[in-house]
């Protein structure tokens, strides 16, 4: 084996993840058949019986008997789910209650007849949707499923039976099932069970017996059957033998499907999808956007190809191109594929010999080491196979013929002064530039009729369209020649430059987008940014539900939102949240309701829902649906980056508060256990200092007073009883209450400082914090100096000292809580001065610090004076 077989890494951790996902996802059994009739209901309920003996709790979520005595007597003592009333066109109709069972989340549920199609209005579509959420939230599911309801063996089933199937259920699902029990019978003994009325009763026994139930569709149907199943064995013993022999690697062929609008594309992608699982070899569904613009049934149409690529697992890729055949081969080239998988053209044989015109042929030239497969569907055509039918431009035509009329006129009067040559260059004029507005064939008539006119009546003889002299006859084909390479690529220039608009457009909404939150400074401006490029880009109004701070889903729109989501959008935006797929119009969950609802997925998280309003019976492009998703991720990506940056703050609170915590156990510690020690040393030797045990009495009520005041600030509890008070009384107060000497403090009073209206205890306590910081911290011979001065609408308290001053950088650190200037003295809590300037700023003043020029530190604690004084009397 060479080592390029080998799986990547890559590929090795994905098929890790897979597995990982199913073990935690619930276990599905489907009972196979080749058709209604052959037991399929009744080996199901057989099958439950021996679970219900082992104590597994099962509830019979719908269980169809079709009036059977046999199937019913097999559901008595079974727990049966009541049928959800559903009322459509007037009509009370029963359907599977999704809801109940999952909040009843029995161990087994029975989901009879998995192709069935939905009332309308339900959640999904379609009932193996219903499974699918099943199985997601865990719980079993046992289930009935016929072949001709196989997505990929429809087209097989109709050439069978001439009878098309519409209601149809992926073959990703037999893939994802974990059992598929094969209830088998031979044709005649369902013809005699068929007969009996086991099956159908009266006139509509005896129509099957006449028409589906033929005996050579029954073969056919259940060598089908048998084939499914024996397939469906075969890859899980492939499976199972990679797992445990390590060089038995799979295929390394990759597949590519061209799909395009045309309604046979469904037929090429079945057929793909059956040729990629016989091979188990990955593929891909491509489909090219040209330059020729799309009705809005034919885009209804490709979307709905891409759509059921996408059902059916393969890998759906947009890409765009003037030359359908060239964009394809781009495509295989880019992603390693091995096999192209194309529709047969058929008709006009001399397409082959115009490669330029045929996809199919250029890329039979080109394709080099890819293989090219063509397919012939039924009912195919040409267009068909080489891209659809496309609405005649008749509004164009019309102009060419008043074009070339008007043209014609000017030159017949000009004729006599210009001469017939150069009326040929007025006309290849007139095609070149009207190619660079026309489509293809207009532009191809223009110039044929360009060049009959001017033989007809310009070229000697006049009015026939024979040409006598040998020159003129070389210039008319050179004419016609030279008007239709000209117009030809004059329109390819028109064409690629509406391609490249369109893509440029694209690339310029997503890369406005970008630039505009990567400026946003927030959640709410980024949400902002969203909205605004929404309605300028799609012109939709949109709404965003994000999680909260726990992870749970908002019902509640962003503020920034542009619609306000009806309450039934919400419900189907908490579905999107929970389930992390899209839903609402344009999708296969609720495709009824009124707005496009996209998860906001990060790797494996869910940001929030985009919810976008579509109006009336607008339909979103592929490639709009693609921009969309990229729109929700880049909000989505944002979102977790908000997110994520909470988390890191609401971090490093928690870091700084185990920080402070132990600071402050540190702090409390020290200063609480060096009085005490002090007091009961005094108290243990019997004898009493009575300065050293005021000393250490008075520094545990200081710290204690320390403590209580940074509590009661941080609460906000502190209550200010405000009156009138002189600066300079201030001041003495708390020289005095700092317990300094009239010497160790000068003060300087200048000018007249007005008095200030204050809480006269708190600033006392803040400048006497002021002043024992400048004792204890800038002790020097000189003493400390308190300057008090009027400043603009306040009072300014300056306190000075002449020791060695601040560190450089650390000014406004000093006044963080527990912070204590490396080198102080020891003792205190390194609380006082972030207490001073909380103080302050409570009476709506400041408190800042600096180094005095001459050495030594200096605070200025400003106040303001606090309205107008009025004196009583």
Same mark, same amino acid.
């Given at each position: 084996?060479?080592?390029?077989?080998?799986?990547?890494?890559?590929?090795?951790?994905?098929?890790?993840?897979?597995?990982?996902?199913?073990?935690?996802?619930?276990?599905?059994?489907?009972?196979?058949?080749?058709?209604?009739?052959?037991?399929?209901?009744?080996?199901?309920?057989?099958?439950?019986?021996?679970?219900?003996?082992?104590?597994?709790?099962?509830?019979?979520?719908?269980?169809?008997?079709?009036?059977?005595?046999?199937?019913?007597?097999?559901?008595?003592?079974?727990?049966?789910?009541?049928?959800?009333?559903?009322?459509?066109?007037?009509?009370?109709?029963?359907?599977?209650?999704?809801?109940?069972?999952?909040?009843?989340?029995?161990?087994?549920?029975?989901?009879?007849?998995?192709?069935?199609?939905?009332?309308?209005?339900?959640?999904?579509?379609?009932?193996?949707?219903?499974?699918?959420?099943?199985?997601?939230?865990?719980?079993?599911?046992?289930?009935?499923?016929?072949?001709?309801?196989?997505?990929?063996?429809?087209?097989? $089933?109709?050439?069978?039976?001439?009878?098309?199937?519409?209601?149809?259920?992926?073959?990703?699902?037999?893939?994802?099932?974990?059992?598929?029990?094969?209830?088998?019978?031979?044709?005649?003994?369902?013809?005699?069970?068929?007969?009996?009325?086991?099956?159908?009763?009266?006139?509509?026994?005896?129509?099957?017996?006449?028409?589906?139930?033929?005996?050579?569709?029954?073969?056919?149907?259940?060598?089908?059957?048998?084939?499914?199943?024996?397939?469906?064995?075969?890859?899980?013993?492939?499976?199972?033998?990679?797992?445990?022999?390590?060089?038995?690697?799979?295929?390394?062929?990759?597949?590519?499907?061209?799909?395009?609008?045309?309604?046979?594309?469904?037929?090429?992608?079945?057929?793909?999808?059956?040729?990629?699982?016989?091979?188990?070899?990955?593929?891909?569904?491509?489909?090219?956007?040209?330059?020729?613009?799309?009705?809005?049934?034919?885009?209804?149409?490709?979307?709905?190809?891409?759509?059921?690529?996408?059902?059916?697992?393969?890998?759906? $890729?947009?890409?765009?191109?003037?030359?359908?055949?060239?964009?394809?081969?781009?495509?295989?080239?880019?992603?390693?594929?091995?096999?192209?998988?194309?529709?047969?053209?058929?008709?006009?044989?001399?397409?082959?010999?115009?490669?330029?015109?045929?996809? +199919?042929?250029?890329?039979?030239?080109?394709?080099?080491?890819?293989?090219?497969?063509?397919?012939?569907?039924?009912?195919?055509?040409?267009?068909?196979?080489?891209?659809?039918?496309?609405?005649?431009?008749?509004?164009?035509?019309?102009?060419?013929?008043?074009?070339?009329?008007?043209?014609?006129?000017?030159?017949?009067?000009?004729?006599?002064?210009?001469?017939?040559?150069?009326?040929?260059?007025?006309?290849?004029?007139?095609?070149?530039?009207?190619?660079?507005?026309?489509?293809?064939?207009?532009?191809?008539?223009?110039?044929?009729?360009?060049?009959?006119?001017?033989?007809?009546?310009?070229?000697?003889?006049?009015?026939?369209?024979?040409?006598?002299?040998?020159?003129?006859?070389?210039?008319?084909?050179?004419?016609?020649?030279?008007?239709?390479?000209?117009?030809?690529?004059?329109?390819?220039?028109?064409?690629?430059?509406?391609?490249?608009?369109?893509?440029?457009?694209?690339?310029?909404?997503?890369?406005?987008?970008?630039?505009?939150?990567?400026?946003?400074?927030?959640?709410?401006?980024?949400?902002?940014?969203?909205?605004?490029?929404?309605?300028?880009?799609?012109?939709?109004?949109?709404?965003?539900?994000?999680?909260?701070?726990?992870?749970?889903?908002?019902?509640?729109?962003?503020?920034?939102?542009?619609?306000?989501?009806?309450?039934?959008?919400?419900?189907?935006?908490?579905?999107?949240?929970?389930?992390?797929?899209?839903?609402?119009?344009?999708?296969?969950?609720?495709?009824?309701?009124?707005?496009?609802?996209?998860?906001?997925?990060?790797?494996?998280?869910?940001?929030?829902?985009?919810?976008?309003?579509?109006?009336?019976?607008?339909?979103?492009?592929?490639?709009?649906?693609?921009?969309?998703?990229?729109?929700?991720?880049?909000?989505?990506?944002?979102?977790?980056?908000?997110?994520?940056?909470?988390?890191?703050?609401?971090?490093?609170?928690?870091?700084?508060?185990?920080?402070?915590?132990?600071?402050?156990?540190?702090?409390?510690?020290?200063?609480?256990?060096?009085?005490?020690?002090?007091?009961?040393?005094?108290?243990?030797?019997?004898?009493?200092?009575?300065?050293?045990?005021?000393?250490?009495?008075?520094?545990?009520?200081?710290?204690?007073?320390?403590?209580?005041?940074?509590?009661?600030?941080?609460?906000?509890?502190?209550?200010?009883?405000?009156?009138?008070?002189?600066?300079?009384?201030?001041?003495?107060?708390?020289?005095?209450?700092?317990?300094?000497?009239?010497?160790?403090?000068?003060?300087?009073?200048?000018?007249?400082?007005?008095?200030?209206?204050?809480?006269?205890?708190?600033?006392?306590?803040?400048?006497?914090?002021?002043?024992?910081?400048?004792?204890?911290?800038?002790?020097?011979?000189?003493?400390?100096?308190?300057?008090?001065?009027? +400043?603009?609408?306040?009072?300014?308290?300056?306190?000075?000292?002449?020791?060695?001053?601040?560190?450089?950088?650390?000014?406004?650190?000093?006044?963080?809580?527990?912070?204590?200037?490396?080198?102080?003295?020891?003792?205190?809590?390194?609380?006082?001065?972030?207490?001073?300037?909380?103080?302050?700023?409570?009476?709506?003043?400041?408190?800042?610090?600096?180094?005095?020029?001459?050495?030594?530190?200096?605070?200025?604690?400003?106040?303001?004076?606090?309205?107008?004084?009025?004196?009583?009397?």
């Amino acid at each position: 084996m060479n080592e390029s077989e080998r799986p990547s890494p890559d590929a090795l951790l994905a098929s890790i993840q897979a597995e990982q996902a199913k073990a935690s996802r619930g276990h599905l059994k489907i009972f196979f058949g080749m058709c209604p009739g052959v037991g399929k209901t009744y080996a199901m309920l057989s099958a439950v019986r021996q679970k219900l003996a082992d104590g597994c709790e099962v509830v019979a979520g719908i269980v169809e008997t079709h009036g059977r005595p046999e199937t019913q007597a097999l559901l008595e003592n079974l727990p049966v789910l009541p049928r959800m009333q559903v009322e459509y066109r007037g009509t009370l109709l029963e359907e599977f209650d999704l809801d109940a069972i999952l909040v009843w989340h029995p161990n087994l549920v029975l989901v009879d007849e998995l192709a069935h199609t939905n009332i309308p209005g339900s959640r999904h579509p379609k009932r193996y949707q219903d499974v699918l959420e099943l199985l997601d939230a865990g719980i079993d599911v046992f289930t009935t499923l016929n072949v001709q309801h196989i997505e990929s063996r429809t087209d097989a $089933v109709r050439q069978i039976t001439g009878i098309t199937v519409r209601e149809t259920v992926p073959d990703s699902l037999l893939d994802l099932a974990d059992e598929i029990e094969l209830i088998d019978l031979t044709p005649e003994q369902l013809r005699q069970r068929l007969g009996e009325g086991k099956v159908y009763l009266g006139d509509r026994a005896a129509a099957a017996s006449e028409n589906f139930f033929r005996e050579g569709n029954l073969m056919a149907l259940r060598e089908m059957a048998l084939r499914l199943t024996a397939e469906h064995v075969d890859r899980r013993l492939r499976t199972l033998r990679c797992a445990t022999v390590p060089d038995a690697w799979r295929s390394g062929d990759r597949l590519l499907v061209a799909v395009s609008s045309n309604p046979y594309s469904t037929e090429l992608i079945r057929w793909t999808r059956r040729y990629a699982a016989g091979l188990e070899a990955p593929w891909m569904a491509v489909s090219v956007e040209t330059s020729t613009p799309l009705s809005t049934e034919s885009e209804k149409r490709r979307a709905s190809n891409l759509a059921l690529a996408r059902q059916l697992g393969a890998e759906v $890729v947009l890409t765009s191109g003037i030359h359908v055949g060239q964009a394809l081969l781009k495509v295989a080239q880019q992603h390693g594929v091995t096999q192209m998988i194309l529709g047969k053209p058929v008709g006009t044989p001399w397409r082959w010999f115009v490669p330029s015109r045929s996809p +199919v042929v250029w890329l039979i030239e080109h394709s080099g080491n890819i293989d090219i497969q063509l397919l012939r569907t039924q009912g195919e055509s040409r267009e068909a196979q080489e891209g659809e039918s496309l609405p005649q431009p008749w509004p164009q035509y019309g102009f060419v013929l008043a074009l070339v009329a008007g043209v014609t006129a000017i030159s017949v009067i000009a004729q006599g002064w210009i001469g017939y040559w150069s009326v040929a260059l007025i006309y290849l004029l007139t095609v070149m530039l009207a190619g660079t507005y026309l489509q293809r064939r207009p532009t191809f008539v223009l110039a044929a009729l360009s060049a009959l006119l001017w033989n007809y009546l310009f070229i000697p003889p006049l009015y026939t369209i024979r040409i006598s002299a040998p020159q003129d006859v070389m210039m008319f084909f050179m004419f016609f020649a030279v008007a239709v390479i000209v117009g030809h690529l004059t329109t390819r220039l028109h064409e690629r430059e509406r391609l490249g608009r369109r893509r440029e457009e694209r690339a310029t909404a997503l890369y406005q987008l970008t630039r505009a939150l990567a400026a946003a400074d927030s959640l709410e401006e980024a949400v902002r940014v969203i909205m605004s490029q929404l309605g300028k880009t799609f012109k939709l109004k949109a709404a965003a539900l994000l999680r909260d701070e726990s992870g749970a889903f908002m019902a509640e729109s962003h503020p920034a939102s542009t619609w306000s989501l009806p309450a039934k959008e919400e419900g189907v935006a908490a579905w999107v949240f929970q389930n992390r797929q899209a839903a609402g119009r344009t999708t296969d969950t609720l495709p009824d309701g009124a707005a496009l609802h996209l998860p906001l997925l990060v790797a494996d998280r869910v940001e929030g829902v985009l919810s976008l309003e579509l109006v009336g019976e607008s339909i979103l492009a592929p490639e709009q649906r693609e921009l969309l998703e990229a729109f929700a991720a880049q909000l989505a990506v944002v979102a977790e980056k908000e997110r994520l940056a909470a988390a890191q703050r609401h971090a490093l609170v928690v870091a700084a508060s185990e920080r402070l915590q132990k600071t402050l156990f540190d702090s409390v510690s020290h200063e609480l256990k060096t009085p005490i020690a002090t007091i009961s040393a005094a108290l243990d030797q019997g004898e009493v200092d009575l300065g050293e045990l005021r000393r250490a009495n008075e520094r545990l009520r200081r710290t204690v007073e320390n403590l209580l005041d940074a509590t009661r600030l941080e609460s906000g509890m502190v209550k200010l009883s405000q009156e009138w008070c002189e600066p300079a009384e201030l001041a003495m107060e708390a020289i005095e209450c700092a317990g300094l000497g009239s010497g160790e403090v000068n003060v300087e009073v200048i000018g007249e400082p007005p008095p200030i209206r204050v809480d006269a205890s708190l600033i006392q306590q803040a400048l006497a914090t002021l002043l024992l910081n400048s004792s204890t911290h800038g002790a020097s011979a000189r003493p400390i100096s308190l300057v008090i001065r009027r +400043v603009d609408r306040g009072v300014q308290f300056e306190v000075a000292d002449h020791g060695r001053g601040l560190p450089e950088g650390l000014e406004e650190k000093v006044f963080e809580k527990f912070y204590r200037v490396p080198g102080s003295p020891a003792g205190g809590l390194g609380l006082g001065l972030s207490i001073a300037r909380r103080l302050a700023e409570a009476h709506g003043g400041s408190l800042v610090a600096k180094n005095r020029p001459g050495g030594g530190a200096s605070f200025l604690l400003c106040i303001p004076i606090g309205g107008e004084l009025r004196l009583p009397g």
